[in-house]
């Protein structure tokens, strides 16, 4: 089993321009999440998704779409990009009311 | 408003000693915490956890500690190693989401 990978690894974009991170997992789990980590601080929720075809809003959705259109892969979507999303991003699955699993995270930077 | 505190930055420890990280919480609708470990450039990877009807949870090296009256948990390793150099972070759960609330995290650092 992979678990949850996350690809690019790494990406520069300029202000303005877009770019989506894929999350994959092969652990059949129904919920999925995006989290953004800044230096010193804790992960802060982005969106997350119970199931296929279902998405919500967490703690800082503010710049960012998202897509759970196949139960395995959570895009997450960025339209504009802003320096302030300077940042790493996880993405993580789980059975309901367990543990997360993260993958291996995509560092980003805006120029 | 932070509703996970981990109050301590940074923490070091000799090899061998006990490593003692804490957690305050605000929240009273929290009822699962968890540990999580992250190295650099990896994930947090999952440690241990606890429900809120239990008060002590142990596996192997680590044991959490729950008191649900002072709204604050801790995590005790015994004997800490090097490998456990990290950064740990607190998290708490309390809604059918699956939602975590994550603490800003405390970086240990287990000297030989």
């Known amino acids: 089993n992979a678990g949850v990978t996350q690809t690019p690894k790494f990406r520069v974009l300029k202000t303005g321009q877009s770019m989506t991170l894929l999350c994959a997992q092969d652990?059949?789990?129904?919920?999925m999440y995006w989290y953004r980590q800044d230096p010193g601080m804790g992960l802060r929720l982005i969106h997350y998704?119970?199931?296929?075809?279902?998405?919500a809003k967490g703690e800082v959705p503010d710049g960012y779409n998202v897509s759970r259109l196949k139960k395995q892969n959570f895009l997450l979507g960025l339209e504009s990009a802003a320096p302030s999303q300077t940042s790493v991003y996880f993405c993580?699955?789980?059975?309901?009311?367990?543990?997360?699993?993260f993958g291996p995270g995509t560092r980003l930077t805006v120029t | 408003d932070q509703q996970v505190k981990q109050n301590s930055p940074s923490l070091s420890v000799q090899e061998g000693r006990i490593s003692i990280l804490n957690c305050d919480y605000t929240?009273?609708?929290?009822?699962?915490f968890l540990w999580y470990k992250k190295y650099p450039a990896e994930g947090p990877t999952f440690l241990i956890s606890?429900?809120?009807?239990?008060d002590k949870n142990e596996d192997g090296r680590f044991t959490v500690f729950l008191n649900k009256s002072a709204k604050h948990l801790s995590l005790h390793i015994v004997p800490s190693q090097p490998g456990d150099s990290a950064v740990y972070f607190c998290?708490?759960?309390?809604?059918?989401?699956?939602?975590?609330?994550f603490g800003d995290g405390t970086t240990l650092t287990v000297k030989p």
């Open positions: 993580a699955s789980s059975y309901p009311a367990l543990e997360q699993y």
């Open positions: 929240n009273s609708m929290f009822d699962y």
């Open positions: 998704s119970v199931g296929e075809g279902t998405t």
């Open positions: 606890i429900s809120s009807i239990k």
């Open positions: 652990m059949n789990h129904e919920y």
């Open positions: 998290a708490a759960k309390g809604d059918n989401a699956g939602k975590s609330t």
